[in-house]
């Protein structure tokens, strides 16, 4: 079945270091693939999607590139800051055609903790 | 209001009584979901509605009923709940389109907790 996997946390920095989340999955077919961020107290916001292999979703400095050849979806951040102290949360929707209705399959969450 | 709201952002409750929780998507929308979230546990999707028709019922308790009146609001109503249903209640709408890969769009949450 279709189950994405993402790195335990949490996640410990400084800030302006670099960030990597790692996120893998396994899907029928051609998945779409998303990163959330759930800042504390607030609900799940979409931070960045990828529906095709090759593709490269950012947003607000975050990077991540759908691979299909390692069915992976890292997360990327070249200097963090303590503004981005949050859960990342990676997702997959499986095509329409899987039979699936196109729910989300989710990620545990990476917390992640950005010290000054 | 833009986006998704919901109401209230925090409830607590004893086992016998009867309660709501309410959504609503101001985004346009065609389908909401109902999501649980738990401390260390994946996020787990309750109730799916499309176009005002429930698509999706993950083998929630019935102590757990969902309404659609309409297509921008969603209600979660809640009667005899566990101590182990305390916690995060998240809505959510999409646009559903052909292709899948569709966004969806979360409201704050309902903290719950049942004494």
């Known amino acids: 079945g279709n189950s994405v996997t993402q790195m335990e946390g949490p996640v410990t920095l400084s800030e302006e270091a670099f960030l990597t989340i790692n996120c893998t999955y396994t899907a029928t077919g051609y998945p779409s693939l998303f990163w959330y961020v759930q800042y504390p107290g607030e609900g799940l916001q979409l931070l960045l999607k990828a529906t095709k292999a090759d593709d490269k979703g950012s947003n607000k400095g975050f990077e991540a590139t759908y691979r299909k050849e390692t069915t992976s979806f890292h997360l990327e951040k070249g200097s963090v800051q303590v503004s981005d102290s949050a859960v990342y949360f990676c997702a997959l929707s499986a095509p329409p055609n899987a039979g699936n209705n196109r729910k989300l399959i989710w990620g545990l969450g990476t917390s992640l903790a950005v010290n000054p | 209001e833009t986006g998704v709201t919901q109401t209230p952002r925090h409830l607590v409750m004893g086992m016998t009584n009867k309660k709501s929780l309410k959504c609503e998507q101001h985004?346009?929308?065609?389908?909401m979901y109902w999501y649980k979230q738990s401390a260390k546990k994946p996020l787990e999707l309750m109730f799916v509605y499309s176009l005002e028709e429930r698509v999706e019922n993950n083998s929630v308790p019935s102590r757990f009923s969902p309404e659609c009146p309409n297509s921008s609001h969603l209600f979660l109503h809640l009667h005899t709940l566990q101590p182990e249903d305390s916690a995060l209640y998240l809505c959510?709408?999409?646009?559903?389109?052909?292709?899948?890969?569709?966004?969806?769009?979360f409201g704050p949450g309902t903290r719950l907790l049942v004494l």
């Open positions: 959510a709408s999409s646009q559903l389109a052909g292709g899948g890969g569709e966004t969806q769009y």
């Open positions: 985004l346009g929308h065609n389908a």
